[in-house]
């Protein structure tokens, strides 16, 4: 496991993210800077990564002059990272 998918996951899971609930990036990022101060940034770095790393979608809202980002699942991508990580060593529960 790698560096994000060990200080981010659990963030995304504490935050319902891993229950359906879209995620604003910007939350998530300053979760992750509390957690680790010297930590990958700024904030476009860091959600490039997660997303990369995670494959995570990410959608912009906006709102006026507001704009935000939402982590989202990739629904749509399941089926082929299913695909991506099939091994016939590994015995499927």
């Known amino acids: 496991m790698n ?4 200080a981010v996951k659990p ?8 229950n359906g609930k879209e995620v604003s990036v910007k939350e998530v990022f300053e979760k ?6 010297s930590g990958i940034g ?4 860091f959600k490039k990564l ?5 494959n995570l979608g990410v959608k912009e809202i ?3 002059n507001k704009t ?3 982590f989202v699942c990739n629904k749509a991508d399941e089926g ?3 695909l991506l990580n099939y091994d016939p060593r590994i015995k499927e529960i």
Do not use: A, C, S
Not at 3 to 6: A, N, S, T, V
Not at 42 to 45: D, E, F, I, N
Not at 50 to 54: H, K, P, T
């Open 80 to 82: 082929y990272d299913n």
């Open 68 to 70: 935000d980002f939402m």
């Open 62 to 64: 906006r709102n006026g």
């Open 32 to 37: 992750y800077l509390q957690k680790f101060p």
């Open 3 to 6: 560096h994000i998918e060990l």
């Open 11 to 18: 963030i995304l899971k504490e935050t319902g993210f891993f």
């Open 50 to 54: 997660v997303e990369y790393e995670l």
């Open 42 to 45: 700024p904030l476009g770095v």
